[in-house]
DNA sequence: ACCTGAACACCGTTCAAGT
DNA sequence: ACCTGAACACCGTTCAAGT
């Protein structure tokens, strides 16, 4: 029986994502992510410098996602492709609720700037004039952010506690949205969505230029 | 000299508040918060049962600020009052930046629904129909906390972690925001201002109805 | 009721040592 | 290069005791 081969730096991201999953962000323990990968407490500084810099790659690999889940737009009007990209980007965030507090934090939306330059690229496709595309670009990273953070942040009970924050408004249209989780999260994707359409609709011009 | 008074747990939240905006809510202490007072590391358990409830006492006293912004509203239009009160959140938000993270995490956008039942009948008076408030509400404090968050929450290099990540994209447009953090500060309320209008105007009927 | 001081369990990080 | 185990400083929380 050979020895085992040595751990990847990607290993100890998978397994703290999904360590992650289960407890939070502050529930991680160092102590406990290195007793279930099977090693030590202190194995961990052999490929990472501090707690940080492990968080930081969590985050990486999470936004690492949305290229894949979005796929080939080449088919799409540039604002459907834009809309899609929102999508993914949110669906991704979802799939790991409990990281989701940190990203604003970090203020990395990706260490690449390829999703910023393919985001450009159907912003002009869309119509937007150059000098907006800074304006536009941020207007749609902070609303997929900002909207799926506020959503999914107090997560694994965010949507319990929204249910009774409505609730207690007591008016009969909060009822309404506020008789069940399910009910809840049907209601946080359908505003998610209008309020996607809204912020396309201001940022992109009406008519998209001639090709 | 008689004995000092008792203090009360307002004390301690806007000492803790005043200590977190110098050190960040990771870097509050216990022991540190108690010294700052004359105390010892253990008074503060007479006044809060564990770190969790000073936390959510320190957010609601920040969200409490809130109506002092807004004032007196009865003068404007609906539009416009909705448009004053999202301004005047962001700005009581702004006010404690590096207390922003934990809000959308705690859920609690305050601990009364005052600001719910304000918000609504604004949103009434400009033609909302009943049905549609609770979408027209959560899109309208989704977008306010979600992109508050999103540009403040890594306080405090929160402006030049984004002008460093807005360099790396590299194309003209993004050069000539991220010359220097003030051009970044003014262009997050410069998209803020903007994008706030596009929801306002996505959610609220065209024409106000007749009075 | 409010506060103190000792004590406890736990945690992130360092470091010398092993292979 | 990768990992171990002891050690260190620190932290949140508990609790018996003081006023």
């Known amino acids: 029986m050979g020895r085992r081969p040595a751990l990847q730096r990607s290993d100890f991201v998978a397994a703290a994502i999904e360590y992650a999953d289960e407890v939070g962000l502050d529930g991680i323990t160092w102590r406990t992510l290195g007793t279930r990968m099977g090693l030590s407490h202190t194995a961990i500084y052999s490929h990472f410098r501090d707690k940080d810099e492990l968080l930081a790659a969590m985050i990486n690999t999470v936004l690492a996602n949305i290229p894949d889940l979005v796929g080939d737009v080449s088919g799409m009007t540039p604002r459907d492709a834009l809309a899609h990209v929102a999508r993914c980007a949110r669906a991704a965030l979802a799939q790991h609720p409990r990281i989701v ?63 009774l924050r409505y609730r207690l408004v007591g008016t009969e249209p909060f009822d309404v949205v506020s008789r069940t989780t399910a009910e809840i999260a049907r209601h946080n994707e359908l505003v998610f969505e209008r309020g996607l359409q809204v912020i396309l609709g201001g940022f992109l011009p009406l008519s998209p230029p001639a090709t």
């Open 101 to 163: 507090p940190a990203l604003p934090v970090a203020n990395s939306f990706g260490e690449s700037t390829a999703l910023v330059h393919r985001a450009s690229a159907l912003l002009v496709a869309a119509g937007v004039p150059e000098h907006d595309l800074p304006s536009a670009y941020q207007a749609l990273e902070a609303y997929i952010v900002g909207t799926t953070v506020h959503d999914f942040a107090g997560a694994p009970n965010h949507l319990e506690r929204r249910r």
